[in-house]
């Protein structure tokens, strides 16, 4: 498809285990950003990525939290020994370039922590 | 720091009822300022972007108006399908965290027939 595309859309995890959300950007965006929302809250910026240069990490909520993009182009964001204040839906939004702030985003992955 | 803030945090509206959601700003060098639309379980559509004080755009029912301070997003007519939660955001810059773009918590908005 033409869009963004994150995987899995569900995923439901016991306290203390990893996991990985993935996201497949629109092909030619050189801008990858990773939000997270809770219920009824607006979006909280994780990540950005752009081009080549170095990630720009500062929301990234501790240690546990990373994130990586292989080539320009998938990204992954892992979280280690999950919490359930980690229980969110993370969303994915690509851009063309650095100017713009016209983001498309994907539908998130919904992660429960129980 | 750069603020966003947006009022109100929910309106709710009859159907007809025209009314007007607001974005209010703090930021060194606007580059941007972006409404979204959110719908349940989705992710946020873009509607529009605008540069400069006194820029207008439309599109259907909505229009989005831009001061130095603040812009807000007039419904005129609104629809049930106009439901969901809008999302303001501001771009501003050289870069800065995120590329200097940040959100407001949005407005939600209900429309009943």
């Known amino acids: 498809g033409a869009g963004v595309s994150q995987s899995p859309s569900n995923k439901v995890t016991e306290k203390g285990k990893d996991v990985e959300l993935r996201c497949d950007p629109i092909?030619?965006?050189?801008?990858l950003y990773w939000y997270r929302q809770s219920l009824g809250q607006g979006l909280e910026f994780l990540i950005y990525?752009?081009?080549?240069?170095?990630?720009?990490k500062s929301g990234l909520p501790s240690d546990r939290f990373s994130a990586e993009r292989t080539g320009g182009s998938v990204s992954t964001l892992t979280i280690q020994r999950t919490q359930q204040e980690d229980s969110a839906v993370y969303l994915c939004a690509t851009k063309p370039g650095h100017h713009t702030g016209e983001l498309f985003f994907g539908e998130g992955s919904r992660l429960t922590v129980l | 720091e750069d603020q966003v803030t947006q009022s109100p945090e929910a309106l709710r509206l009859q159907e007809g009822e025209s009314s007007s959601l607001n974005c209010s700003y703090t930021v060194s060098g606007l580059r941007g300022l972006f409404w979204y639309r959110q719908d349940p379980g989705k992710g946020p559509e873009f509607l529009f972007t605008?540069?400069?004080a006194g820029e207008e755009k439309e599109k259907e029912r909505l229009k989005a108006t831009l001061t130095k301070k603040e812009s807000f997003l007039h419904i005129t007519a609104p629809k049930p399908e106009d439901s969901a939660t809008y999302l303001c955001?501001?771009?501003?810059?050289?870069?800065?965290?995120?590329?200097?773009?940040?959100f407001g918590k949005g407005t939600h908005l209900i429309i009943q027939p």
């Open positions: 990525f752009q081009g080549n240069s170095a990630p720009d």
């Open positions: 605008l540069y400069s």
């Open positions: 092909s030619g965006h050189t801008a």
């Open positions: 955001a501001v771009q501003a810059g050289p870069g800065g965290g995120a590329d200097g773009l940040t």
